[in-house]
């Protein structure tokens, strides 16, 4: 099991910039892909992005692709997540996930799909309002 914990939320207006961190506790010589997910009230559970923790390939949703940036410092086991340009409906809880890889088949995988995450942070405040 990954522990993982969120910061770096907030309140920040119209085009401005967050920089959210995820610890986690990753084992050595395993394979994981790392995601981050938002939920608004009243929505369902929506992928932002993607980070294959070893070769640091990247994917992201339509909604923020030129805006968002994740990245990865190996040696602190922490992901993040540049937000640039926020907009209003970029509010939302955004929760960082994890999932062991190490046993799976080889092949394209992007990790968009919520359910296939096993391990959750406890999310953090993103508010875009100004």
């Known amino acids: 099991q990954v522990r993982l914990a969120e910061s770096g939320g907030g309140l920040v207006q119209p085009g401005g910039s967050l920089r959210l961190s995820c610890a986690a506790s990753?084992?050595?010589?395993?394979?994981?892909?790392l995601g981050w997910f938002r939920q608004a009230p009243g929505k369902e559970r929506e992928f932002v992005g993607t980070?294959?923790?070893?070769?640091?390939?990247?994917y992201y949703a339509d909604s923020v692709k030129g805006r968002f940036t994740i990245s990865r410092d190996i040696a602190k086991n922490t992901m993040y997540l540049q937000m640039n340009m926020l907009r209003p409906e970029d509010t939302a809880v955004y929760y960082c996930?994890?999932?062991?890889?190490?046993?799976?088949?080889?092949?394209?995988?992007?990790?968009?799909?919520?359910?296939?995450?096993?391990?959750w942070g406890q999310g953090t405040q993103v508010t875009v309002s100004s």
């Open positions: 980070i294959k923790w070893s070769g640091g390939s990247t």
């Open positions: 990753l084992r050595a010589f395993r394979t994981y892909i």
């Open positions: 996930a994890a999932q062991d890889r190490t046993y799976s088949s080889n092949g394209p995988y992007e990790g968009r799909i919520a359910t296939e995450y096993g391990d």
